[in-house]
Each structure stands twice: as structure tokens, then as C-alpha cells.
């Protein structure tokens, strides 16, 4: 069994793994944990980069996984290495020079005598494990096969097929605490502080963030309406700014002379061209968006927009909370999911003979087990990603709990319908 984590760091990583590895350990079978991702996989030859114990992996011993579902970090540490990189469609997975890295993964693989492999990690890792089963599909039949199961991982929650994913909760509180510390701080200055919170391209973790740290206004990609844009669409700063400082005065008629905002880092990536210009991207094509401080853009647009709307002067400060957060130490509740993951992959694998399938829980840790196809767009590959529902009673949450102001576009909208 092989056990592989991908992507950005989150808490509980060594719960998801030490409950796995453990769970085959004790049914008698040999457990290898691959060091960074597909780092060293993506790499093999079978002369020039063979894979070497303690080297590019690990074999695990009962005592290395016990007693570590607590503790911070990744005991195989992670990458963002992307051996699927060039595959962009179907008709790509029967091209050998665009499935090169997914065969050098497999062949790696086979050549361990690894019989299933526990992939760990978030929607491109998903992507990569959904190549690594469709390559195979493309084999002689008499072919090895290694079957896949995966793991969903991300701090930011916003997985299809499961409802909260491990890490979530323990993100959450850690950015809450610092959102109530820089309130603090804000009430005693009379300042804003502008806080830029993680979720790509979900507003899941700001709106935990905003909701548990007390908030005075929240807004994720999901918000991004007419209201706020440019006439091709992007997102228009000074228009965002506006509905910051109608909080602020809104705050102020109300004795509040301070506020915090939450923002989604994904708002960036609706920016301009002409804004994102020169900006770095990773190994799957993202925009840097660490490199991007919206909330320090952004406070500058803020102050001026108040000074103009009202001839004095406010302290508008932006903050990047996020990676602080990825190996806090893991909430209660993230512990008991990732090793109820952890165990699912064993389920999965042992007891129901899956492959291809994606482990999930719902209600007190109910396992289930979603196939690849169902988590996957058969055209282009592509996995989904699951928003927040404008109007739903999550998003009606934050809503009620902000600071609400009459400007057009701010009311709580029509309740959704279940």
C-alpha cells in the first residue's frame, strides 16, 4: 500500500495518515509512505532514478504512525508537483509524451510492487489520481493494475462530494482567533483592518472565518455581482472599496468608529489582466495569489475612497492570514475526520475492493466512497469546485451577523428553497 500526500499543508494531515497506514498495517500488509508528493515518482527511471527507501520513501513500522494524529506537519512531507500537467483533455491521456509523468508514476509504482495507492490531497491531486486510474484503463489487460483511492484535502472546503473536508475547522479557528485579536486592536484605534483569508476560488474559510472571529463585513467570490464589477467584468476595486466605507460609516452612525472585513483571496484572480500582469503561477497554472497582497491593494483604494466621502482621515491596514493556519495544531473534531478518511481508504480498499473512488463521510462519520466520474468533468478533466449558494442559510448566516447597510446589493436576498 502506498500512501502519497499533495498540495498545501493542512491540520490533521497525520491523522489522515497514521489512521490509514495503521488500518493495513494490522490486516498484514506492507505500508509506504512517498516522500513530497510526486516529486521523486514523477521522476523514475527505472536506471537513472530508481526510488530508494528512506531516500524518496518510507516503509512504516507500527511505531512510526502511532501516537502522531496530533502533531503538526506531514510525516511524508508534501509537493506541488504536477505529473499531469500537460494532460488537458481526453484524447491527451492516449498522447505518450503528454501521459509521460503519469507513466513514470505507474511504472514507479509497479516496480515498488505497490498494489493500490491512497492518494491524499486536493481538487489537482484528485485530477491526477483521476489520470492515473484512466492510464491504466488504457493498459493491456494483462497489465499490472494499482488501484487509486483518494483523500480530499483543503483548507479551503470547497470539495464536491463531501460536506467539510479535514483541516477546515482547525483553519477556521486559528484565522478567527487573530480576526478577534486585530478587533481588539481596531476598537482601541480607531482603525480597519482589511483581512485576507485563504479559498482560492471558494469563499467557505472567509465565511468560517468572519462568522467565528465576529466579523464586521464578509466577502467571497461568490459575492462578486454587477454591483462590483468593471463594464468586461472584472472586479472593480473602487466599487468594492465604496461598499467597505458604506460599512465603516454605517458603523459609525452606530457609536463604531472600527471595523475588521474578511475577503476571500480568490477576489484577485477576478481582478484585470492588466492588475495580475507579471504575477507568478505554480505547478498547476494558479496565480501566485500569496505574492498578490489584496488587502494591502486594497487599503489604499479604502482610505482614499473615505477620505473623499468624507474629509477625514481613517487607518486602513491589510492583513494575509492563511499559512499560519496550515499546521496549526488540529482541532478535535478535524483529528476525529481525517482518521475516519484515514480508515475509509482501508474500507474502500480492502473491504469493499474499490478503485477509483473518492472516500467521503456525511452526518456522525458516515463513510461513502464517490466515484472519480461523478467528481470529474468527463470533457475536460476538470474537477468541480463547490460554492458557497448565494441565498442558502449558510450564506444567510454571515449575512445576518455582519454589518448590514441599506446600499443596493447588500440585503439578504430572497431566501433559497430547499
Known amino acids: 500500500m502506498g500512501i502519497i500526500f499533495s498540495g498545501g499543508p493542512a491540520p490533521s494531515a497525520n491523522a489522515v495518515i497514521s489512521a490509514a497506514g495503521v488500518s493495513f498495517l494490522e490486516d498484514g500488509r506492507e505500508v509506504v509512505g512517498f516522500f513530497h508528493g510526486y516529486s521523486n515518482l514523477q521522476h523514475y527511471h527505472p536506471v537513472s532514478h530508481r526510488l530508494l527507501p528512506d531516500v524518496h520513501y518510507r516503509i512504516f513500522t507500527r511505531e512510526d504512525l502511532r501516537g502522531i494524529r496530533n502533531e503538526r506537519g506531514i510525516v511524508i512531507g508534501t509537493a506541488r508537483a504536477n505529473p499531469g500537467k500537460p494532460i488537458r483533455s481526453p484524447a491527451d491521456l492516449d498522447d505518450p509524451d503528454k ?5 513514470r508514476v505507474y511504472e514507479a509504482l509497479v516496480d515498488l510492487e505497490i498494489d493500490a495507492l491512497i492518494s491524499i490531497g486536493g481538487d489537482d491531486t484528485l485530477k491526477t489520481a483521476n489520470y492515473l486510474t484512466m492510464v491504466q484503463d488504457r493498459l493491456p489487460p494483462d497489465a499490472k493494475r494499482v488501484r487509486v483511492v483518494h483523500l480530499p484535502k483543503t483548507i479551503d472546503n470547497d470539495y464536491h462530494g463531501i ?5 477546515f475547522f482547525t483553519s477556521v479557528d486559528f484565522m478567527a482567533k487573530e480576526v478577534l485579536n486585530l478587533a481588539a486592536d481596531a476598537r482601541a484605534t480607531s482603525a480597519c483592518f482589511l483581512v485576507e483569508t485563504m479559498g482560492r476560488k471558494a469563499g467557505w474559510l472567509s465565511y468560517g472565518v468572519a462568522i467565528a472571529g465576529e466579523a464586521s463585513m464578509v466577502l467571497g467570490v461568490e459575492d462578486i455581482d454587477a454591483d462590483l464589477q468593471t463594464a468586461d467584468g472584472a472586479l472593480d476595486m473602487h466599487k ?4 467597505i466605507v458604506d460599512v465603516l460609516l454605517t458603523r459609525e452612525e452606530r457609536g463604531q468608529f472600527w471595523a475588521v472585513v474578511v475577503l476571500a483571496e480568490g477576489l484577485a484572480e477576478a481582478l484585470s489582466a492588466e492588475q495580475l ?3 507568478e503561477r505554480d505547478e ?4 501566485s495569489l500569496g505574492k498578490f497582497n489584496l488587502g494591502q491593494e486594497l487599503a489604499v483604494v479604502v482610505s482614499a475612497r473615505y477620505d473623499a466621502r468624507t474629509g477625514r482621515a481613517k487607518k486602513v491596514t491589510g492583513v494575509q492570514l492563511g499559512y499560519e493556519s496550515r499546521c496549526a495544531p488540529p482541532h478535535a473534531y478535524d483529528v476525529m475526520l481525517g482518521s475516519q478518511l484515514g480508515i475509509g481508504a482501508y474500507r474502500a480498499l480492502v473491504e469493499e475492493g474499490l478503485d477509483g473512488h473518492m472516500v467521503s463521510v456525511s452526518g456522525q462519520l458516515d463513510l461513502h466512497y464517490v466515484p472519480f466520474s461523478d467528481l470529474v468533468d468527463p470533457e475536460t478533466l476538470v474537477t468541480q469546485v463547490r460554492l458557497i449558494e448565494t441565498g442558502s442559510d449558510f450564506h444567510q448566516l454571515a449575512r445576518f451577523l455582519e454589518t448590514r447597510t441599506a446600499s443596493k446589493g447588500w440585503s439578504l436576498g430572497p431566501r433559497k428553497e430547499r
Do not use: S, V
Not at 501521459?99 to 507513466?103: K, L, M, P, V, Y
Not at 460536506?163 to 483541516?167: A, K, L, M, Q, S
Not at 468594492?240 to 461598499?243: C, E, N, T, Y
Open 99 to 103: 501521459t509521460a509523468g503519469i507513466r
Open 284 to 287: 498547476h497554472g494558479h496565480i
Open 277 to 279: 500582469q507579471g504575477l
Open 163 to 167: 460536506d467539510f473536508t479535514f483541516g
Open 240 to 243: 468594492l472599496a465604496d461598499r
